[in-house]
């Protein structure tokens, strides 16, 4: 089986678990929605992470990971609060499946929600230059 005929498979079965997700009443959805079936230490609900650090075994994986990551192989698996933690995926399971979507975006703080409000602003094929210390305290128009 060659990779693309994999990647047609995954994509196939995706479409059509949230179109299942999809045809659930609000309230399945408000309550199972985006919920995966084996949670941490074999909780009964979705645990809450609260922690921004994570640790690696030594420095080599650390490096191995980042190598990885760069080329788009990394594993899955958290490395600071900033890019998400296992609460913040679950949450956003848990929007998508309530609006009907994919998918869902939560932003941890700082330039990010920001960022995306003046994006959204831009029309197609529009360009923004940015200084790479921008900040809401030195923005003016």
Do not use: C
Not at 55 to 70: E, G, H, I
Request: net charge negative; glycine share 10%.
């Amino acid at each position: 089986m060659t990779l693309n005929e994999i990647d047609t498979q995954v994509q196939d079965a995706f479409h059509q678990e949230t179109a299942a997700v999809r045809r659930q009443g609000s309230s399945t959805r408000a309550v199972h929605g985006g919920v995966e079936r084996h949670k941490a230490f074999h909780s009964l609900n979705t645990p809450i992470v609260q922690t921004a650090t994570y640790t690696f075994r030594d420095t080599q994986d650390l490096v191995d990971f980042m190598k990885a990551k760069t080329w788009g192989d990394g594993e899955e698996r958290e490395e600071y609060g900033r890019y998400g933690n296992p609460t913040v995926a679950a949450v956003e399971r848990k929007l998508a499946a309530l609006d009907g979507g994919d998918d869902a975006v939560l932003y941890a703080s700082g330039m990010s929600p920001g960022t995306s409000g003046w994006l959204w602003t831009l029309p197609p094929g529009a360009h923004m230059l940015m200084t790479t210390d921008l900040s809401f305290f030195n923005f003016s128009r």
